[in-house]
T-cell receptor
Framework: KNEVEQSPQNLTAQEGEFITINCSYS?????LHWLQQHPGGGIVSLFM???GKKKHGRLIATINIQEKHSSLHITASHPRDSAVYIC????????????FGQGTILTVHP | DSGVTQTPKHLITATGQRVTLRCSPR?????VYWYQQSLDQGLQFLIQ???????AKGNILERFSAQQFPDLHSELNLSSLELGDSALYFC???????????FGNGTRLTVT
């Protein structure tokens, strides 16, 4: 069993829709990151969370430490949001080690 | 621009060969991380260095090694290359181990 479970694996939306991507992890963490990878391959770090909620533009990330669950929300989605979104947790016995989710492929149609 | 520089961008080599990938972290970042992204396995953490010292190890093969130099740049050495080593290799940096990550654009390695 992967220590990080992301859902859904694939997500298709129409422009303007509200998007939610979920990430569940099985062990205690020190931080959770959300990454965005565009079709060209480049990776951008969107958020780093250890508690609560963060917002940046149309993106919102939340984390519930007790439930070991994080969500990434995109409001008013746009075709340029089409990318792979990956959650990554840092924790366990080695605080430098990072464990990646499988990624969610998001496609937003105009 | 993340400020992390990876060279080369592309590398094509033959099985059995050895290559070196280089990463210059963002100015001021002490931590460097290496990841491998292959088509069938997603992103896999390989190794982390902090200020010249190895801090965490992931699924790094014995044929692979890395180091971080006094100027904080890092090199990932891949030897006895196999076809299955073909992948994108990313480097990321952060100020400390629990800080936001900044990714390079990756080196695409093709082993033929």
């Amino acid at each position: 069993k992967n220590e990080v479970e992301q859902s859904p694996q694939n997500l298709t939306a129409q422009e303007g829709e509200f998007i939610t991507i979920n990430c569940s992890y099985s062990v205690g963490i020190s931080a959770l990151h959300w990454l965005q990878q565009h079709p060209g391959g480049g990776i951008v770090s969107l958020f780093m969370l250890s508690s609560g909620k963060k917002k940046h533009g149309r993106l919102i990330a939340t984390i519930n430490i007790q439930e070991k669950h994080s969500s990434l929300h995109i409001t008013a989605s746009h075709p340029r949001d089409s990318a792979v979104y990956i959650c990554v947790w840092r924790g366990g016995t080695s605080y430098g080690k990072l464990t990646f989710g499988q990624g969610t492929i998001l496609t937003v149609h105009p | 621009d993340s400020g992390v520089t990876q060279t080369p961008k592309h590398l094509i080599t033959a099985t059995g060969q050895r290559v070196t990938l280089r990463c210059s972290p963002r100015s001021g970042d002490l931590s460097v991380y290496w990841y491998q992204q292959s088509l069938d396995q997603g992103l896999q953490f390989l190794i982390q260095y902090y200020n010249g010292e190895e801090r965490a190890k992931g699924n790094i093969l014995e044929r692979f090694s890395a180091q971080q130099f006094p100027d904080l740049h890092s090199e990932l050495n891949l030897s006895s290359l196999e076809l299955g080593d073909s992948a994108l290799y990313f480097c990321a940096s952060s100020v400390e181990f629990n800080s936001p990550l900044h990714f390079g654009n990756g080196t695409r390695l093709t082993v033929t």
